[in-house]
T-cell receptor
Framework: GAGVSQSPRYKVAKRGQDVALRCDPISGHVSLFWYQQALGQGPEFLTYFQNEAQLDKSGLPSDRFFAERPEGSVSTLKIQRTQQEDSAVYLC????????????FGSGTQLSVL | AQRVTQPEKLLSVFKGAPVELKCNYSYSGSPELFWYVQYSRQRLQLLLRHISRESIKGFTADLNKGETSFHLKKPFAQEEDSAMYYCALSGPKEGFKTIFGAGTRLFVKA
């Protein structure tokens, strides 16, 4: 594809709702990363996939956050029972491989929890 | 812990003036250092990386291992340089995940 694609672009959820955020990486990119970016802050690492394997989920803030990439391509970040503190921009990035280092970012999903 | 520090949240300069965006890092070993940029209404994108030793859009960055710094410089700022700039590092100690600083907003005045 032309680049990393994320949907939806904006999501408004009521507190307690579950949400699912989608990321479609660049075709052929082995590595996929999720970041959370709060207002005025830099991207904070959430989790990382190498193909379908989730190799690092140390950044997930609670067990309400869950990510998957079942076929090694599209990934979904799910947040259960959303809280106001979950409001942020969620960024997805992909790279050719883990060591390559150069990340290609999507436009992000802006989540607002009311 | 590995960390990236950008001490300035906002940097404002006049067009044609030199600009330096500061970045300091904490990492025991040899990380790879990056500068990412986000222009208004655009996605975050790589500006440059230290192993490439390249100059992009007139910007350069030198890795100073003694001072653990990777400052971004440009001799003559342009209005189109106005953007959010993030310093980042990656390395084996972090499983090659990229860690970002909080960012510096550069505003170039006409």
């Amino acid at each position: 594809g032309a680049g990393v694609s994320q949907s939806p672009r904006y999501k408004v959820a009521k507190r307690g709702q579950d949400v699912a955020l989608r990321c479609d990486p660049i075709s052929g990119h082995v590595s996929l990363f999720w970041y959370q970016q709060a207002l005025g802050q830099g991207p904070e690492f959430l989790t990382y996939f190498q193909n379908e394997a989730q190799l690092d989920k140390s950044g997930l803030p609670s067990d309400r956050f869950f990510a998957e990439r079942p076929e090694g391509s599209v990934s979904t970040l799910k947040i259960q029972r959303t809280q106001q503190e979950d409001s942020a921009v969620y960024l997805c990035a992909s790279s050719r491989d883990r060591i390559n280092g150069k990340l290609f970012f999507g436009s992000g999903t802006q989540l607002s929890v009311l | 812990a590995q960390r990236v520090t950008q001490p300035e949240k906002l940097l404002s300069v006049f067009k044609g003036a030199p600009v330096e965006l500061k970045c300091n890092y904490s990492y025991s070993g040899s990380p790879e250092l990056f500068w990412y940029v986000q222009y208004s209404r655009q996605r975050l994108q790589l500006l440059l990386r230290h192993i490439s030793r390249e100059s992009i859009k007139g910007f350069t960055a030198d890795l100073n291992k003694g001072e653990t710094s990777f400052h971004l410089k440009k001799p003559f700022a342009q209005e189109e340089d106005s953007a959010m700039y993030y310093c980042a590092l990656s390395g084996p100690k972090e499983g090659f995940k990229t860690i970002f600083g909080a960012g510096t907003r550069l505003f170039v005045k006409a």
